[in-house]
């Protein structure tokens, strides 16, 4: 039976969740281990939820399922970084440029009230509710693509992106390239979001690519 905490929600549900979210703002590098009594320990529950948390995070692509030994969080390379900034870059184009052509004044609002979140988080040095608001500014661009099957594309990916391009550290230049992209879909001007959007992608590559060999470097 599954098991269920104070406030309703399953516990695996929970515990993915906060396992999730270590993962994607750096909190678990790159090659750590997940024990499971460990974590049941210091999440105070069974070990059921823990290991069908990782299964799930194992799905997700972001843990590497390891035969009599631990899990481990995921280490990406070079070749990964590439793919993915590669399918980001055309799946992303496709999300702000329908964004800026089917969305509401009330979903651009929203646009525009992610990024504000983001601003001010990088204006304080907040790093993680920065990365976080930059993570909801391409979220809610995605919903208001209004494209079921781009939305589904996401999903399966939205992890694995959000590990590789959402632990940035130049916070308020991100927040600028977001304001610029916000103005453009706020201006319904779609050629413009054509060359912003690659940039962006490219930028967030480099970004990433500078991450990638410091830890390198550091191991």
Not at 14 to 36: A, Q
């Amino acid at each position: 039976m599954a098991e269920v905490g104070a406030a309703g929600e399953l516990e695996s549900v929970r515990v993915t969740r906060i396992l999730r979210d270590d993962i994607v703002l750096g909190r678990r590098l790159p090659g750590s281990r997940l024990v499971e009594r460990d974590i049941a320990a210091d999440l105070n529950v069974s070990r059921l939820p823990v290991r069908e948390a990782i299964r799930t995070l194992v799905s997700e692509g972001v843990v590497v399922a390891r035969p009599r030994t631990w899990a481990v969080v995921r280490e990406f390379s070079r070749q990964d970084l590439q793919d993915y900034g590669e399918v980001r870059e055309a799946i992303e184009t496709m999300i702000f440029v329908f964004a800026a052509q089917r969305g509401t004044p009330e979903g651009h609002a929203r646009l525009r009230s992610a990024y504000d979140q983001e601003l001010a988080a990088a204006a304080s040095g907040d790093v993680e509710g920065a990365r976080i608001a930059a993570s909801l500014f391409h979220e809610v661009a995605a919903h208001l693509a209004g494209n079921h099957m781009i939305g589904e594309f996401v999903g399966v990916f939205a992890t694995r992106l959000k590990w590789l391009f959402g632990q940035h550290d130049d916070l308020v230049e991100t927040a600028e390239e977001h304001r610029v992209i916000l103005e453009a879909v706020e201006a319904q001007d779609a050629d413009a979001l054509r060359v912003l959007i690659p940039q962006h992608t490219a930028s967030a590559v480099a970004s990433a690519a500078r991450r990638l060999e410091v830890r390198a470097e550091s191991v």
